[in-house]
């Protein structure tokens, strides 16, 4: 029955099925395909998947950091931390 246990804490809900289901949807839009999705799997230690976790973290925790993500993007090339 310990099995019964792990196999329940690891199972995923039908919402967040759903939620997977369109983030793979959006990743696909996005340009992911196969052999991408295969690199992320086989990525060592779960490296690269990590890094994609972190990025999408990241992605709004600090709006300097948006604002030069956003700059870079636009080839603007200002100092940074910019002084306010």
Do not use: C, W
Not at 37 to 57: C, F, H, P, T, Y
Not at 58 to 76: H, M
Request: hydrophobic content about 35%; proline content about 4%.
């Amino acid at each position: 029955m310990p099995n019964d246990k792990k196999n329940k804490k690891s199972m995923v809900s039908h919402k967040g099925r759903t939620l997977l289901h369109e983030f793979l949807l959006k990743m696909e839009s996005a340009g992911l395909n196969d052999k991408l999705a295969r690199m992320v799997v086989d990525s060592r230690s779960n490296n690269l998947a990590k890094r994609i976790v972190k990025l999408i973290e990241d992605e709004f925790k600090s709006p300097i950091n948006q604002e030069r993500a956003r700059q870079i993007i636009r080839g603007v090339n200002l100092s940074y931390p910019r002084s306010i």
